[in-house]
Protein backbone atom coordinates (compact mmCIF):
# COMPACT_ATOMS: atom_id res chain seq x y z
CA UNK A 1 0.00 0.00 0.00
CA UNK A 2 1.42 3.45 -1.20
CA UNK A 3 0.93 5.91 1.89
CA UNK A 4 0.68 9.51 2.25
CA UNK A 5 -0.34 12.11 4.82
CA UNK A 6 -1.93 15.30 4.86
CA UNK A 7 -0.73 17.84 7.80
CA UNK A 8 -3.83 19.82 8.20
CA UNK A 9 -3.32 23.71 10.05
CA UNK A 10 -0.02 24.20 10.41
CA UNK A 11 0.42 27.52 12.82
CA UNK A 12 3.54 28.73 14.45
CA UNK A 13 4.75 29.02 16.61
CA UNK A 14 2.10 26.63 18.28
CA UNK A 15 2.59 23.41 16.26
CA UNK A 16 6.64 24.04 15.69
CA UNK A 17 7.16 20.51 17.11
CA UNK A 18 4.23 18.41 16.75
CA UNK A 19 4.20 18.83 13.09
CA UNK A 20 7.75 17.63 13.44
CA UNK A 21 6.57 14.66 15.43
CA UNK A 22 3.70 14.08 12.53
CA UNK A 23 6.07 14.21 10.13
CA UNK A 24 9.03 12.11 11.37
CA UNK A 25 6.17 9.74 12.67
CA UNK A 26 4.85 9.50 9.13
CA UNK A 27 8.29 8.56 7.82
CA UNK A 28 9.35 6.45 10.89
CA UNK A 29 6.10 4.38 10.47
CA UNK A 30 5.61 4.01 6.84
CA UNK A 31 4.26 6.94 5.09
CA UNK A 32 6.42 7.85 2.03
CA UNK A 33 5.58 11.65 2.37
CA UNK A 34 3.73 14.30 4.01
CA UNK A 35 2.20 17.23 3.03
CA UNK A 36 1.52 20.15 5.59
CA UNK A 37 -1.06 23.10 5.47
CA UNK A 38 -1.70 26.40 7.02
CA UNK A 39 1.23 27.84 7.52
CA UNK A 40 4.46 27.76 5.63
CA UNK A 41 7.35 27.11 7.53
CA UNK A 42 10.81 26.17 6.29
CA UNK A 43 12.22 25.29 9.64
CA UNK A 44 9.89 21.96 9.64
CA UNK A 45 11.39 21.46 5.95
CA UNK A 46 14.89 21.90 7.07
CA UNK A 47 13.79 19.62 10.37
CA UNK A 48 12.82 16.96 7.74
CA UNK A 49 15.21 17.06 5.21
CA UNK A 50 17.83 17.14 7.99
CA UNK A 51 16.68 13.57 9.50
CA UNK A 52 16.15 12.28 5.87
CA UNK A 53 19.66 12.64 5.33
CA UNK A 54 21.21 11.73 8.25
CA UNK A 55 18.89 8.39 8.70
CA UNK A 56 17.59 7.85 5.02
CA UNK A 57 13.81 7.58 3.23
CA UNK A 58 10.89 5.86 4.23
CA UNK A 59 10.34 2.57 4.89
CA UNK A 60 10.35 1.06 1.59
CA UNK A 61 14.18 2.58 0.78
CA UNK A 62 12.39 4.97 -1.69
CA UNK A 63 13.12 8.67 -0.59
CA UNK A 64 10.62 10.47 1.95
CA UNK A 65 9.55 13.87 0.89
CA UNK A 66 7.79 17.22 2.41
CA UNK A 67 5.80 19.43 0.82
CA UNK A 68 3.73 22.79 1.46
CA UNK A 69 0.29 22.98 -0.08
CA UNK A 70 -1.84 25.69 0.69
CA UNK A 71 -5.55 24.32 -0.79
CA UNK A 72 -5.48 21.32 1.12
CA UNK A 73 -9.15 20.83 -0.33
CA UNK A 74 -8.08 20.70 -3.81
CA UNK A 75 -5.07 18.86 -2.84
CA UNK A 76 -7.77 16.09 -1.07
CA UNK A 77 -9.67 16.48 -4.53
CA UNK A 78 -6.89 15.81 -6.42
CA UNK A 79 -5.45 12.50 -4.35
CA UNK A 80 -9.71 11.37 -4.56
CA UNK A 81 -9.07 11.75 -8.67
CA UNK A 82 -5.55 9.84 -8.67
CA UNK A 83 -7.47 6.92 -6.88
CA UNK A 84 -6.46 7.39 -3.27
CA UNK A 85 -8.60 6.58 -0.47
CA UNK A 86 -9.13 9.38 2.03
CA UNK A 87 -8.53 8.54 6.07
CA UNK A 88 -9.52 11.36 8.18
CA UNK A 89 -8.69 10.82 12.26
CA UNK A 90 -10.71 12.29 14.07
CA UNK A 91 -11.95 11.90 17.87
CA UNK A 92 -15.34 11.77 16.92
CA UNK A 93 -15.07 9.40 13.80
CA UNK A 94 -15.37 5.27 13.84
CA UNK A 95 -12.96 3.32 15.71
CA UNK A 96 -10.22 2.29 14.00
CA UNK A 97 -10.62 -1.40 14.68
CA UNK A 98 -14.26 -1.12 12.68
CA UNK A 99 -12.81 0.73 10.12
CA UNK A 100 -9.42 -1.25 9.58
CA UNK A 101 -10.17 -4.05 6.94
CA UNK A 102 -11.95 -1.80 4.44
CA UNK A 103 -9.41 0.83 4.57
CA UNK A 104 -6.62 -1.57 4.28
CA UNK A 105 -8.36 -2.67 0.73
CA UNK A 106 -7.37 0.63 -0.69
CA UNK A 107 -4.08 0.81 -3.00
CA UNK A 108 -3.29 4.17 -2.23
CA UNK A 109 -4.29 6.08 1.07
CA UNK A 110 -4.12 9.78 2.19
CA UNK A 111 -3.99 9.98 5.78
CA UNK A 112 -5.31 13.81 7.23
CA UNK A 113 -4.22 14.78 10.32
CA UNK A 114 -5.94 17.84 11.62
CA UNK A 115 -5.21 20.44 13.94
CA UNK A 116 -7.48 22.26 16.02
CA UNK A 117 -11.32 22.92 14.01
CA UNK A 118 -10.93 21.08 11.11
CA UNK A 119 -13.68 22.59 8.22
CA UNK A 120 -16.56 20.48 7.81
CA UNK A 121 -15.21 20.04 4.37
CA UNK A 122 -12.72 17.53 5.43
CA UNK A 123 -15.41 15.15 7.10
CA UNK A 124 -17.47 14.87 3.86
CA UNK A 125 -14.40 14.55 1.70
CA UNK A 126 -13.20 11.60 4.53
CA UNK A 127 -14.05 8.24 2.98
CA UNK A 128 -13.24 6.83 6.30
CA UNK A 129 -13.59 9.51 9.27
CA UNK A 130 -11.41 7.59 11.85
CA UNK A 131 -11.04 7.59 15.93
CA UNK A 132 -7.89 6.00 17.89
CA UNK A 133 -9.91 5.67 21.36
CA UNK A 134 -12.84 7.58 21.78
CA UNK A 135 -10.34 10.66 23.86
CA UNK A 136 -8.79 13.59 23.56
CA UNK A 137 -4.96 12.82 23.22
CA UNK A 138 -3.12 13.60 20.53
CA UNK A 139 -2.57 13.67 16.41
CA UNK A 140 1.08 11.89 16.59
CA UNK A 141 -0.17 8.93 18.65
CA UNK A 142 -3.10 8.95 16.62
CA UNK A 143 -1.15 8.55 13.35
CA UNK A 144 1.50 6.34 14.51
CA UNK A 145 -1.49 3.62 15.96
CA UNK A 146 -2.94 4.03 12.66
CA UNK A 147 0.24 3.78 10.68
CA UNK A 148 0.99 0.84 12.83
CA UNK A 149 -2.17 -1.41 11.71
CA UNK A 150 -1.76 -0.46 8.26
CA UNK A 151 1.82 -2.13 8.53
CA UNK A 152 0.60 -4.91 10.90
CA UNK A 153 3.52 -3.79 12.80
CA UNK A 154 6.01 -4.16 10.90
CA UNK A 155 7.68 -0.89 11.06
CA UNK A 156 8.74 -2.04 14.42
CA UNK A 157 11.16 -5.07 13.33
CA UNK A 158 15.00 -4.39 13.01
CA UNK A 159 15.97 -7.43 11.31
CA UNK A 160 14.15 -10.21 9.20
CA UNK A 161 11.78 -10.25 6.81
CA UNK A 162 9.29 -7.52 6.09
CA UNK A 163 11.57 -5.45 8.25
CA UNK A 164 11.83 -1.57 7.09
CA UNK A 165 15.10 -0.76 5.09
CA UNK A 166 15.96 3.29 5.15
CA UNK A 167 18.83 2.96 3.49
CA UNK A 168 19.89 5.84 6.17
CA UNK A 169 23.70 6.47 6.50
CA UNK A 170 23.31 5.96 10.52
CA UNK A 171 21.56 2.78 11.71
CA UNK A 172 20.76 2.32 15.56
CA UNK A 173 22.49 -1.24 16.73
CA UNK A 174 19.72 -2.22 18.99
CA UNK A 175 21.09 -2.65 22.78
CA UNK A 176 19.95 -3.50 25.76
CA UNK A 177 21.89 -0.90 27.84
CA UNK A 178 23.76 1.32 25.48
CA UNK A 179 23.63 3.22 22.87
CA UNK A 180 25.24 2.06 19.31
CA UNK A 181 24.88 3.84 16.31
CA UNK A 182 26.10 2.34 13.10
CA UNK A 183 27.28 4.48 10.22
CA UNK A 184 27.03 2.60 6.81
CA UNK A 185 29.93 3.05 4.69
CA UNK A 186 28.89 3.52 0.97
CA UNK A 187 31.41 1.25 -1.40
CA UNK B 1 -1.35 -4.55 34.61
CA UNK B 2 -1.12 -1.78 36.84
CA UNK B 3 1.05 1.21 34.52
CA UNK B 4 2.50 4.54 35.26
CA UNK B 5 4.23 6.58 33.30
CA UNK B 6 7.20 9.16 34.35
CA UNK B 7 8.01 11.92 31.87
CA UNK B 8 11.99 12.99 32.02
CA UNK B 9 13.05 16.48 31.44
CA UNK B 10 10.03 18.84 30.58
CA UNK B 11 11.49 22.53 29.76
CA UNK B 12 9.48 25.32 29.10
CA UNK B 13 8.24 26.31 26.39
CA UNK B 14 9.69 23.79 24.28
CA UNK B 15 7.98 20.84 25.83
CA UNK B 16 5.03 23.01 26.84
CA UNK B 17 2.80 20.78 24.01
CA UNK B 18 4.69 17.87 23.81
CA UNK B 19 4.55 16.84 27.53
CA UNK B 20 0.70 17.37 27.39
CA UNK B 21 0.54 14.94 24.30
CA UNK B 22 2.59 12.38 26.26
CA UNK B 23 0.23 12.99 29.54
CA UNK B 24 -3.41 12.58 27.25
CA UNK B 25 -1.62 9.76 25.53
CA UNK B 26 -0.63 7.37 29.22
CA UNK B 27 -4.59 8.92 29.94
CA UNK B 28 -6.09 7.27 27.08
CA UNK B 29 -4.28 4.38 26.05
CA UNK B 30 -4.21 2.94 29.72
CA UNK B 31 -1.70 4.23 32.72
CA UNK B 32 -3.34 5.27 35.76
CA UNK B 33 -0.82 7.86 36.47
CA UNK B 34 1.87 10.32 34.51
CA UNK B 35 4.73 11.90 37.25
CA UNK B 36 6.79 14.32 35.07
CA UNK B 37 10.60 15.96 36.10
CA UNK B 38 12.71 18.81 34.45
CA UNK B 39 10.88 22.27 35.20
CA UNK B 40 7.77 22.77 36.83
CA UNK B 41 4.77 23.38 35.37
CA UNK B 42 1.47 24.49 36.52
CA UNK B 43 -0.03 24.76 33.09
CA UNK B 44 0.58 21.00 32.56
CA UNK B 45 -1.11 19.93 35.33
CA UNK B 46 -4.37 22.15 34.76
CA UNK B 47 -4.52 20.86 31.47
CA UNK B 48 -4.30 17.31 32.43
CA UNK B 49 -7.34 17.57 35.08
CA UNK B 50 -9.24 20.01 32.89
CA UNK B 51 -9.69 17.27 30.59
CA UNK B 52 -10.20 14.36 33.39
CA UNK B 53 -12.73 16.70 34.99
CA UNK B 54 -14.81 16.37 31.85
CA UNK B 55 -13.82 13.34 29.60
CA UNK B 56 -12.67 10.69 33.33
CA UNK B 57 -10.22 9.24 34.44
CA UNK B 58 -8.08 6.36 33.21
CA UNK B 59 -9.20 3.31 31.13
CA UNK B 60 -10.25 1.53 34.47
CA UNK B 61 -12.53 4.33 35.86
CA UNK B 62 -9.60 4.52 38.69
CA UNK B 63 -8.51 8.37 38.72
CA UNK B 64 -5.45 9.42 36.62
CA UNK B 65 -3.12 11.54 38.44
CA UNK B 66 -0.48 13.84 37.46
CA UNK B 67 2.31 14.99 39.93
CA UNK B 68 5.65 16.67 40.05
CA UNK B 69 8.77 15.02 40.92
CA UNK B 70 12.26 16.71 41.29
CA UNK B 71 14.68 13.78 42.24
CA UNK B 72 13.88 11.99 39.20
CA UNK B 73 16.49 9.09 39.93
CA UNK B 74 15.19 8.21 43.73
CA UNK B 75 11.57 8.24 42.12
CA UNK B 76 12.71 5.30 39.62
CA UNK B 77 14.38 3.74 42.25
CA UNK B 78 11.32 3.58 45.18
CA UNK B 79 9.03 1.96 42.53
CA UNK B 80 11.44 -0.57 41.84
CA UNK B 81 11.50 -1.23 45.70
CA UNK B 82 7.68 -0.98 45.73
CA UNK B 83 7.55 -4.13 42.53
CA UNK B 84 7.63 -2.04 39.20
CA UNK B 85 9.08 -3.36 36.39
CA UNK B 86 11.60 0.27 34.76
CA UNK B 87 10.51 0.27 31.00
CA UNK B 88 12.40 2.90 29.24
CA UNK B 89 11.47 4.12 25.63
CA UNK B 90 15.18 5.01 23.57
CA UNK B 91 15.38 4.88 20.47
CA UNK B 92 18.61 3.07 21.26
CA UNK B 93 17.27 -0.03 23.03
CA UNK B 94 15.57 -3.27 22.20
CA UNK B 95 12.72 -3.33 19.61
CA UNK B 96 9.72 -3.76 21.86
CA UNK B 97 8.43 -7.20 20.04
CA UNK B 98 11.41 -8.70 21.20
CA UNK B 99 11.22 -6.91 24.88
CA UNK B 100 7.07 -7.52 24.99
CA UNK B 101 6.45 -10.89 26.13
CA UNK B 102 8.64 -10.46 29.33
CA UNK B 103 7.99 -7.03 29.83
CA UNK B 104 4.01 -7.88 29.93
CA UNK B 105 5.19 -10.54 32.74
CA UNK B 106 5.26 -7.66 35.34
CA UNK B 107 2.41 -6.96 37.61
CA UNK B 108 3.29 -3.09 37.55
CA UNK B 109 5.15 -0.98 35.20
CA UNK B 110 6.89 2.12 35.18
CA UNK B 111 7.24 3.33 31.70
CA UNK B 112 9.85 6.23 31.24
CA UNK B 113 9.84 8.52 28.39
CA UNK B 114 13.01 10.83 28.16
CA UNK B 115 13.63 14.72 26.73
CA UNK B 116 16.83 14.88 24.83
CA UNK B 117 19.73 13.21 26.98
CA UNK B 118 18.53 11.12 29.19
CA UNK B 119 21.19 10.27 32.05
CA UNK B 120 23.09 7.08 31.93
CA UNK B 121 21.33 6.01 35.10
CA UNK B 122 19.06 5.99 33.61
CA UNK B 123 19.64 3.57 31.25
CA UNK B 124 21.33 1.56 34.32
CA UNK B 125 18.04 1.50 36.54
CA UNK B 126 15.90 0.29 33.57
CA UNK B 127 14.84 -3.47 32.97
CA UNK B 128 14.26 -2.76 30.00
CA UNK B 129 15.84 -0.36 27.61
CA UNK B 130 13.11 -0.15 24.52
CA UNK B 131 12.85 1.14 20.87
CA UNK B 132 9.51 1.68 19.11
CA UNK B 133 11.17 1.55 15.78
CA UNK B 134 15.13 2.20 15.36
CA UNK B 135 14.37 5.48 14.13
CA UNK B 136 14.11 9.00 15.18
CA UNK B 137 10.34 10.17 15.75
CA UNK B 138 8.29 10.94 18.52
CA UNK B 139 7.88 9.78 22.39
CA UNK B 140 4.57 10.47 22.47
CA UNK B 141 4.43 7.86 19.27
CA UNK B 142 6.71 5.33 21.43
CA UNK B 143 4.41 5.56 24.25
CA UNK B 144 1.49 5.07 22.45
CA UNK B 145 2.24 2.39 20.66
CA UNK B 146 3.94 0.83 24.23
CA UNK B 147 0.50 1.26 26.09
CA UNK B 148 -1.11 -0.49 22.95
CA UNK B 149 0.89 -3.79 22.77
CA UNK B 150 0.33 -3.69 26.56
CA UNK B 151 -3.41 -3.24 26.79
CA UNK B 152 -3.44 -5.81 23.96
CA UNK B 153 -5.55 -2.81 21.37
CA UNK B 154 -8.34 -3.11 23.68
CA UNK B 155 -7.85 0.62 24.19
CA UNK B 156 -9.19 1.06 20.90
CA UNK B 157 -12.83 -0.26 21.37
CA UNK B 158 -15.31 1.93 22.05
CA UNK B 159 -17.73 -1.00 22.93
CA UNK B 160 -17.97 -4.42 24.38
CA UNK B 161 -15.62 -6.78 26.52
CA UNK B 162 -12.47 -5.35 27.50
CA UNK B 163 -13.33 -1.32 26.07
CA UNK B 164 -11.99 1.01 28.20
CA UNK B 165 -14.96 2.85 31.09
CA UNK B 166 -13.69 6.10 31.72
CA UNK B 167 -16.30 7.30 33.53
CA UNK B 168 -16.41 10.70 32.05
CA UNK B 169 -18.56 13.65 31.91
CA UNK B 170 -18.52 13.50 28.19
CA UNK B 171 -18.42 10.64 25.85
CA UNK B 172 -17.98 10.22 22.22
CA UNK B 173 -20.62 8.85 19.98
CA UNK B 174 -18.42 7.31 17.02
CA UNK B 175 -19.71 8.89 13.73
CA UNK B 176 -19.25 7.91 9.89
CA UNK B 177 -19.22 11.93 8.91
CA UNK B 178 -20.13 13.86 12.16
CA UNK B 179 -19.03 15.06 15.29
CA UNK B 180 -21.48 13.56 18.50
CA UNK B 181 -20.25 13.87 22.35
CA UNK B 182 -22.74 12.74 24.89
CA UNK B 183 -23.15 14.21 27.91
CA UNK B 184 -23.71 11.75 30.58
CA UNK B 185 -26.14 12.68 33.29
CA UNK B 186 -25.40 11.01 36.66
CA UNK B 187 -28.64 9.98 38.87
Excluded at 68 to 78: D, H, L, M, N, T
Aim: aromatic share 6%; proline share 5%; net charge positive.
Amino acid sequence: MEIEVLRLGHRLPRDERISTHVALVARAFGARSITYSGQHDSSLETSVARICDAWGGSASGAPFTIAYEKAFGQFIKRKKRDGFAILHLTMYGLPLPQVLPEAKKAQKLLIIVGAEQVPREVYELADFNVSVTGQPHSEVAALAITLDRLMDGKELLATGPGAPDFRGKLRIEPSAKGKKVARIQSI
